[in-house]
């Protein structure tokens, strides 16, 4: 019969598991890395699990001398510690939501020729109009667009080497048709690169603008779920969560390693019978259902 016991192992183990993976959950939720192969939340994520292989085995060895009939019995001692159950229910709050913002991040060579034009200064510029190549055609307006004009035009680029002019098709203006030396439209060029193709609408995405958006509409619900998860929660029963039992812990590691395993694919940078995003998705879920486990079971 297996009888929890308790060493030094067993606790820098545990605390190691846990703050390697709190610390990848947050680094994950800060950008450190803005796009694949997202290194230090890997590297976090996978001491994480290594932590908890040895406080698994350090648990089994220190139920083995509790069963020692020469030792003294195993009692637990402590007083229960109230932050448990905020650190169980932010946690797999938090978690959910970095795992939902891994779907979100661009990958490696996107981010990497990202991170190139922004080194060439790569940004929306307004620049004249040298001549026109086209007839301005007329677009009308309707409900949820002004009219507009669009028109083939030579354009002054100020390259960082010197002024050049580039032809660009379609250009947009609006309201009135765009004259000769006197219209400046916004174009999208990389001032000390002149091999990068100027275009009209040139925002690339970029890790920061999602997280912006998260912060604002899913930041709230994030933290919501985690008072909820926290308020809801037994204090008894996640203090006896502390000491290792095979058929509580193990099926929740095995479905944290589940969803470990679901986010390879887009946070290391590769497909998966052609998918990276959508086993990243399935697994949003694997905190929440870790957790229900461990509520059902502890």
Same mark, same amino acid.
């Given at each position: 019969? +297996? ?18 993976? %709190? ?72 978690? #959910? ?12 060579? +996107? ?30 307006? *309707? ?7 669009? #028109? ?19 250009? +947009? ?9 006197? #219209? ?8 000390? *690169? ?37 308020? #809801? ?20 590691? *095995? ?18 019978? %052609? +998918? ?23």
């Amino acid at each position: 019969m +297996y009888t929890p016991g308790r060493s030094t192992a067993t606790t820098f183990t545990g605390w190691g598991m846990v703050l390697s993976a %709190g610390a990848a959950v947050l680094v994950s939720l800060a950008g450190v890395s803005p796009h694949a192969p997202l290194i230090p939340a890997l590297a976090l994520a996978g001491l994480s699990v290594l932590c908890a292989a040895a406080w698994v085995v350090a648990s089994y060895r220190a139920a083995g001398r509790t069963r020692d009939p020469l030792a003294k019995p195993y009692r637990e001692t402590r007083r229960r510690n109230r932050a448990l159950r905020y650190v169980f229910g932010f946690g797999v709050s938090l978690s #959910t939501a970095a795992a939902l913002m891994a779907v979100f991040t661009v990958g490696s060579e +996107y981010g990497r020729e990202t991170e190139r034009l922004e080194r060439a200064g790569y940004d929306e510029y307004r620049v004249p109009v040298v001549r026109l190549v086209s007839k301005p055609e007329f677009h009308e307006g *309707d409900d949820d667009a002004d009219p507009y004009y669009t #028109t083939d035009l030579v354009l002054r680029i100020p390259y960082a080497s010197g002024p050049r002019e580039v032809t660009v098709r379609g250009m +947009y203006t609006r309201e009135k048709p765009p004259v000769a030396g006197r #219209t400046k439209v916004d174009a999208w060029f990389a001032p000390r *690169d002149p091999e990068v193709p100027v275009v009209e609408n040139g925002l690339r995405d970029k890790w920061w603008l999602f997280s912006v958006v998260f912060a604002v509409w899913g930041g709230p619900w994030t933290l919501i779920a985690g008072g909820i998860l926290s308020g #809801t929660t037994d204090a008894a029963g996640l203090h006896r969560l502390r000491r290792f039992e095979p058929g509580v812990h193990l099926p929740a590691l *095995d479905i944290l390693l589940v969803g470990l395993a679901l986010l390879l694919p887009v946070t290391v940078g590769f497909e998966v019978a %052609g +998918y990276d995003r959508l086993p990243a998705l399935f697994a949003c879920l694997t905190p929440g259902l870790a957790f229900t486990w461990l509520a059902k079971r502890g």
